[in-house]
């Protein structure tokens, strides 16, 4: 299916294109956006631009653009819609099988700085590739699967330069030693598990920062699924990578830690930016938005988006990531303050924020 308008003047229009009836089939692509490519596997995105750049800025693909003649879309199918509504910079478009494609800068010179590649691992994790544009070194969050990591990475004729751990589960890092054999990348992990973390190099902790080439990278303690558990924070591109400690209108099982060190962690992941781009590792997001509309029925935000979480799901397209603001509005994780969260908890006014959380908490364990 082809869109396609045109102007006899510069101008900004807005152009919504609805994908949710478009065919799927094999290929791999990736959206370029406020300097963080989205990416996709698993359908094809083949965009043509005649004249004038793009800004994606609303979650079904809606493109702000400045156009002096005409714009033309050719979309073939998408498997991985999720565009975010947090006002992303100029952006470009990329499609078809892994290749570098062509990059567009925007009227402000904005480049595409951090490419994140994003595919499906072992029976429901997502493994993610990020490469700093500007220097070529490249990390794997986490390493769930061998085989499609170096697939990935062979596909783009990216090097890898670093292995991020988030924590020490098997499904987060038992690929370290052979990736790192078959690489020779670096390894950072959690201090809290270096002697967990196969083949770690360097162990950090809440508040260290690194880099990776020209990215600044904050590190963040998010313990209580694990003990040492940390998450990926990257400010100057607002995405965060959270592993298992905070899920799509979910959080993980309290494993290792204390409810008080989970509730604390959570609430340090919420004091995120509103349109911070999260990251997680696993597609749980349908069982958990029916958890969470058995605790909070009456949300209205949470009818809507769990609507959309099974239409998505129908059609084999993902869920992640998502945004703060989106996981403050429906996940009851975050959500310790809403007084109907709390009657369905049988928990009154007096109840603190933490028995809210280890409420909910249990009854999700329960559910």
């Not at 209108?249 to 962690?265: A, H, I, N, T, V």
Request: glycine share 10%.
């Amino acid at each position: 299916q082809t869109f396609s308008s045109s102007t006899s003047m510069l101008g900004r229009m807005v152009l919504c294109v609805t994908l949710a009836s478009l065919p799927l089939r094999p290929a791999v692509g990736s959206i370029v956006a406020g300097g963080v490519q989205r990416a996709w596997h698993g359908a094809a995105f083949q965009p043509t631009l005649q004249g004038g750049t793009g800004n994606v800025f609303e979650r079904r693909m809606c493109r702000r653009v400045a156009m002096p003649r005409m714009l033309s879309l050719s979309i073939q199918g998408l498997s991985y819609s999720r565009t975010l509504a947090s006002a992303w910079g100029i952006a470009a478009l990329r499609g078809g099988a892994p290749q570098n494609g062509r990059e567009l800068s925007g009227a402000a010179g904005a480049t595409c700085s951090l490419e994140i590649e994003q595919f499906p691992c072992l029976s429901d994790n997502y493994g993610y590739i990020i490469r700093d544009a500007a220097t070529g070194a490249t990390a794997v969050i986490d390493t769930p699967e061998v085989g499609p990591i170096l697939g990935v990475l062979e596909a783009k004729g990216w090097t890898l330069t670093h292995i991020l751990n988030t924590h020490h589960h098997h499904d987060h890092a038992g690929g370290n030693l052979e990736i790192k054999e078959k690489t020779r990348c670096k390894v950072i992990g959690p201090k809290g598990e270096s002697d967990k973390i196969p083949g770690i190099d360097e162990a950090l902790d809440q508040g260290d920062t690194f880099k990776l080439g020209e990215q600044e990278v904050v590190v963040m303690n998010v313990g209580g699924h694990t003990l040492g558990h940390i998450a990926y924070y990257f400010p100057n591109e607002k995405v965060a990578f959270t592993g298992d400690a905070l899920f799509t209108m979910g959080c993980g099982r309290k494993f290792e830690g204390s409810y008080q060190q989970m509730f604390d962690s959570l609430n340090r992941l919420a004091q995120l930016p509103d349109d911070t781009v999260v990251y997680c590792a696993h597609e749980y997001t349908l069982s958990n938005g029916k958890f969470a509309l058995s605790v909070e029925p009456e949300n209205e935000a949470l009818q809507a988006r769990q609507k959309e979480v099974e239409e998505k799901r129908k059609r084999g397209e993902w869920t992640v990531p998502t945004t703060m603001r989106e996981e403050k509005a429906t996940n009851p994780f975050l959500r310790w303050h809403s007084p109907s969260l709390r009657k369905s908890l049988g928990l009154d006014d007096a109840a603190t924020d933490l028995e809210v959380f280890k409420q909910t908490r249990i009854a999700k364990d329960n559910f």
